[in-house]
């Protein structure tokens, strides 16, 4: 007879049921717009090779339709990183800075760190207690001890992101990558902190020559 593992172990080995059973999406096209999350197989795919490339391969995630969820899906693999893993770093980056944070708007989902709030807000209180991570603008980490157990930065593509030369991170999230005219140079700078950049970006976007790595299709 298989053992049974106990839930926050499940939550880690098996990202799918955690975002079936845990996570709520954000539709405002549904009469109850907290939608319980069902994945198709098309989501899964992206999903599984979103949790396997973090922390070790590039990863392009070319989206084929609008609508598909690919953001949620990738501030989902940030979630699970950061309540089921240690000394865990994620840097999100955008082509607006508004478009990573738009800290302080009400019921907010639009940017990525709106999506993270709204994901943790609709979390059980035994696996996340509001307040207990520090959140300021682009920015939620946890602190034990004065060691940061886990951390999400963000910021805007402007600049090619050298402000956050200097700093390490486990994965780089590039989303809405169609949108940053300067990505070769955005992809220069961040390749010094990370061994795994994901980018997410429209299907008929053309792809930067210096990138690598695995891509998926998803719509």
Known sequence: MKKKLPIEEKCKQNIKWFVETFCRFYDPRQKNT????VLEKRQKRALIAMRDSYGLDDLTIRK???NVGASWLAACVVL???LFFDNTSTLVVYKMERWVDNFRCVSE???FFGKLDYLTDHL???MYIPGGWDRTRCSISE???GFARCKVRGCGATGDCREMRGSRYDCVVIDDADCIKNLSAVLETVHHMTNSVFIITRAEAGQPKDTSGIEVRIG
């Open 64 to 66: 084929l339709e609008r």
């Open 124 to 126: 059980p209180q035994w």
């Open 34 to 37: 907290c939608r319980e999350v």
């Open 80 to 82: 699970h990183r950061m």
């Open 143 to 145: 602190t034990i001890n």
């Open 109 to 111: 989902t639009s940017s």
